[in-house]
C-alpha cells in the first residue's frame, strides 16, 4: 500500500520569504502522479501542482515549484514570495494511476506572516 | 469553482435522524470518491465509485450508506450516527487518464 508522510505539522514564513514543505512516499510502482493541494480555511480542497513520475523534469506553476526526487521518493514544495494568501493547510497526495484514490499526507499548517 | 457541489455546506443532526449529503459533479468524469476529514487526522477514504459501481469500502460503519444513482451524482445517506462521525465530509471526482481530483467544498456534520 501507498503512504504518503510530511513530516512538518506546523510551518510559518514571513511574507515575501520563501519556504519549503517536505514531503516523502512509498510505492513499489513506477508510473503515478504526485500532487500538492490547498485547503484555506473556506474548506475547498485546491490543486497546487502536479507532477507525473515519469516526467524528470520539476513542475513549476508561477510561485509555486516542486523537487522531485524519484529515487528518494521526495516530493517537496517550494513557495516563493510567499503571500498572505498563502496561508493553509497544504496536502500532499499520491494517485497511483487516473482513476485510483488519491492517499494524502497528514497536511502541513502553513501560517504566513506580515 | 472546481465544478464538483456538495451540499448541505453545513448540517447538524441528532443520533436518531437520517439525512442525506449530496454532491454533484459536470465535469465528464466517471469516478467519484467520499472523504471524511476529522481533526488531527489524515483524511480517510470512505467509498470509491467508479463508472456508478462500488469499487471499495474502507470499513466504513453500516450508519453511512452511498448511492451513485449516474456517474454525475453520489449521495451519503446517514442514520442513526455518533458524536464521532462529526467531521467534514468531502465528494471528489476524477476521470481516467487525467490523474487530478477535483474537490467540492465539503460538508460540515455536527452529530449532537
Known amino acids: 500500500a501507498q503512504t504518503v508522510t510530511q513530516s512538518q505539522p506546523e510551518m510559518s514564513v514571513q511574507e515575501a520569504e520563501t519556504v519549503t514543505l517536505s514531503c516523502t512516499y512509498d510505492t513499489s510502482e513506477s508510473n503515478y502522479y504526485l500532487f500538492w493541494y490547498k485547503q484555506p480555511p473556506s474548506r475547498q480542497m485546491i490543486l497546487v501542482i502536479r507532477q507525473e513520475a515519469y516526467k524528470q523534469q520539476n513542475a513549476t506553476e508561477n510561485r509555486f515549484s516542486v523537487n522531485f526526487q524519484k529515487a528518494a521518493k521526495s516530493f517537496s514544495l517550494k513557495i516563493s514570495d510567499s503571500q498572505l494568501g498563502d496561508t493553509a493547510m497544504y496536502f500532499c497526495a499520491f494517485m497511483y494511476s487516473g482513476n485510483t484514490p488519491l492517499v494524502f499526507g497528514k497536511g502541513t499548517r502553513l501560517s504566513v506572516i506580515a | 469553482e472546481t465544478g464538483v457541489t456538495q451540499t448541505p455546506r453545513h448540517l447538524v443532526m441528532g443520533m436518531t435522524n437520517k439525512k442525506s449529503l449530496k454532491c454533484e459533479q459536470h465535469?465528464?468524469?466517471?469516478?467519484m470518491y467520499w472523504y471524511k476529514q476529522s481533526a488531527k487526522k489524515p483524511l480517510e477514504l470512505m467509498f470509491v465509485y467508479s463508472l456508478e459501481e462500488r469499487v471499495e469500502n474502507n470499513s466504513v460503519p453500516s450508519r453511512f450508506s452511498p448511492e451513485c444513482p449516474n456517474s454525475s451524482h453520489l449521495f451519503l445517506h446517514l442514520h442513526t450516527l455518533q458524536p464521532e462521525d462529526s467531521a467534514l465530509y468531502l465528494c471528489a471526482s476524477t476521470s481516467r487518464g487525467e490523474g487530478e481530483a477535483f474537490f467540492g467544498q465539503g460538508t460540515r456534520l455536527t452529530v449532537v
Open positions: 465535469l465528464g468524469h466517471n469516478a
